[in-house]
């Protein structure tokens, strides 16, 4: 299978909901990265993991490197947050894996 | 604003023809990847650097793909004979370590071939 599984695909929220991201790996890896790309293709770092949990104003990250899981949180969802969504793990081989994606959109 | 500087933003080039794109990675990070991401958002790893050397790079960037990270100059990704399949965005990143250590990602450069 998929070095790595993001789910879900997409997501529609209404402003001020919460919701997660989750993505699944299939081989213990060493650290993950969330990104949020915008419209015009920049990859935004959200968090850089190595293990445990972070978390930033309205978005928290969890890393399991055992469970082979992370998951991304956002609080209070904002109409800025909408763009696409990646986790990307690093195998420890010098180049990272990336998810296929969550399209989040916010509607007002 | 991005520490990772790509350019140009955006290349339309002719089938056939030759692609440059550069990179700098940002201050202080010896490690450079460069990463295709298709249509469907799908990335692909083609070389990454440590300095000015190549660690590891995929078959189709040996064929028709070349890069390079010279000392005191931006690293460049250069498709000799561009195809319609090469469009995408090129996406630049560096790395304090490379391995085990967070990227920073560039804006891109988006290719069009036509």
């Known amino acids: 299978g998929m070095p790595v599984e993001q789910n879900p695909p997409a997501l529609s929220l209404y402003e001020g909901a919460d919701s997660g991201l989750r993505c699944n790996f299939s081989?213990?890896?060493?650290?993950v990265q969330w990104f949020q790309q915008n419209h015009r293709g920049r990859l935004i770092t959200l968090f850089y993991l190595a293990q445990g949990t972070k978390e930033n104003g309205r978005l928290k990250s969890t890393f399991n490197s055992k469970e082979r899981y992370s998951t991304l949180h956002i609080k209070d969802a904002q109409l800025e947050d909408s763009g696409t969504y990646f986790c990307a793990a690093d195998t420890g081989n010098y180049k990272y894996v990336f998810g296929a994606g969550t399209r989040l959109k916010v509607i007002a | 604003n991005s520490k990772v500087i790509q350019t140009p933003r955006y290349l339309v080039k002719g089938q056939g023809q030759k692609a440059k794109m550069r990179c700098i990675p940002e201050k202080g990070h010896p490690v450079v990847f460069w990463y295709q991401q298709n249509k469907n958002n799908e990335f692909k790893f083609l070389i990454n650097f440590q300095n000015q050397e190549v660690l590891q790079q995929i078959d189709m960037t040996e064929k028709r793909f070349s890069a390079e990270c010279p000392s005191n100059s931006p690293c460049s990704l250069e498709i000799q004979s561009s195809e319609a399949g090469d469009s995408a965005l090129y996406l630049c990143?560096?790395?304090?370590?490379?391995?085990?250590?967070?990227?920073?990602f560039g804006s891109g450069t988006r290719l069009l071939v036509i």
């Open positions: 990143a560096s790395s304090p370590r490379g391995a085990n250590s967070d990227y920073t």
């Open positions: 081989t213990t890896m060493k650290s």
